[in-house]
């Protein structure tokens, strides 16, 4: 029904940025809520960043607040990641997520998932 495509991922240094982009199929991706988990060797996967549906409300980790920016272009079906002030402890495979109509965009009841990039963030 919906496939979502990361991309973006690959090895920065500390301090640098990447831009991580998810393309999702269907003619409602406006109707969808986006989110960004990731999951690092030995940790649990944990919510990053979302935007809502309808009115691109978002939604931040602490860890990442103030550093990374999720939008969106639903013109293109595309939700990106801007991760800016990388650290080491970004280091992860991000995955993208959609729900439609979810209201909480920090959920982690997500319908549809994507097969993950990875994000390397030496020192």
């Known amino acids: 029904q919906v496939q979502l495509v990361e991309s973006g991922g690959g090895l920065v240094q500390a301090g640098g940025s990447l831009r991580l982009s998810c393309a999702a199929s269907g003619r409602t991706f406006n109707s969808y809520t986006m989110g960004w988990f990731r999951q690092a060797p030995g940790k649990e996967r944990e919510f990053v960043a979302g935007?809502?549906?309808?009115?691109?409300?978002?939604r931040y980790a602490d860890s990442v607040k103030g550093r990374f920016t999720v939008s969106r272009d639903n013109a293109k079906n595309t939700v990106y990641l801007q991760m800016n002030s990388l650290k080491p402890e970004d280091t992860a495979v991000y995955y993208c997520?959609?729900?439609?109509?979810?209201?909480?965009?920090?959920?982690?009841?997500?319908?549809?998932w994507g097969q993950g990039t990875q994000v390397t963030v030496s020192s």
């Open positions: 935007i809502r549906w309808n009115d691109d409300s978002t």
């Open positions: 997520a959609a729900d439609r109509f979810l209201v909480r965009p920090n959920s982690n009841e997500y319908d549809y």
